[in-house]
């Protein structure tokens, strides 16, 4: 690949409220939202609490994806939830019945391996990995060697007077994201590598603090297995995921479409809809997933989206399609 930054971003979102507090989000009406498709080539969508919640899709949903592809629009779908490669997406996507193909992927789990292939990490180093399937496959389909993952799910760490935790002096870079089988042995491996490896990288795929990973409620994201590894390392870790823009410098050499041109839709200010912001895009909010109204009009919160709405569908409704 060819002119892709070099580094990912790890943001402050604090210190982006110049940016984000520009002005009131309108709710989305019949007149904004004709004007917003108008000026709008591509529609950015995030999944879990946008698309669907688990493996259930949220209501409307494959209507309002027709209706848009058949206006010419096109549509990617930007996730920070790592546990699947886009192969796996792509193949969740139509047990769901949407038709959606790899290359309008873009997870955080290819934005790690392509994060290590854009800075040439030596192919003689491996990369552990606190996280699901989805980063190890990302990482073995871009050449690298992987480790951990789900083949440490069952292992256990013990205290033990002389014995010495051993861990593999190759590893260069610890990727970590969501874990639902994160375990005290996976925390000491990751712990070693970036401690007494030199110049191992500390990669996060996002710091999501919750997701939807079931239909009914939230469950702890990737930020938690993160925020351990911080603490154990005293580590700040580079962030390829949604805030960051770096998956956007792989987005605009597959399409030819100016960010300006472009709507991220999510559910979470945060990342969703900052992630937009970074990188120029229009922005809107939808209500079906992390973030309430009462959030978003809180005093306290200075990320304000273009537009709001209660949840994807509603753009068919409004313009009567």
Known sequence: MEQVSM????????????????????????????????????????????????DKLIDGVPQTLDMLRSKGKKLVFVTNNSTKSRIQYANKFQSLGLSVNQDEIFSSSFAAAMYLKVNQFPPHKKVYVIGGEGIVQELQLAGFTALGGPED?????????????????????VVVGLDPDINYYK?????LCIRENPGCLF????????????????????????AAVCGSTEQEPIVVGK???????????????????MCMVGDRLDTDILFGQNAGCKTLL?????????????PSNSIKPD??????????????E
């Open 7 to 54: 580094e990912a971003t790890n943001p402050n979102p604090s210190s982006m409220s110049g940016v984000a507090a520009a002005s009131a989000a309108e709710l989305l009406c019949c007149a904004n939202a004709r004007a917003l498709l108008d000026s709008v080539d591509a529609f950015l969508f995030d999944c879990d609490g946008v698309i669907w919640k688990g």
């Open 153 to 173: 799910a069952e292992k256990r760490a013990q205290w033990k007077s002389n014995c010495l935790f051993e861990h593999d002096k190759y590893v260069g870079a």
């Open 187 to 191: 925390l000491q491996y990751a712990t």
């Open 203 to 226: 990669i996060a795929t996002n710091r999501d603090s919750v997701g939807h990973m079931t239909d009914l409620q939230e469950w702890p994201g990737a930020g938690c297995m993160v």
């Open 243 to 261: 805030p960051s823009t770096f998956m956007m410098d792989f987005l605009l050499q597959k399409f030819n479409v100016s960010t300006s041109r």
């Open 286 to 298: 939808v209500l079906s997933g992390v973030t309430t109204q009462s959030t978003l009009d809180d």
């Open 307 to 320: 537009y709001y709405t209660n949840k994807v569908s509603d753009i068919l409704s409004l313009l009567g």
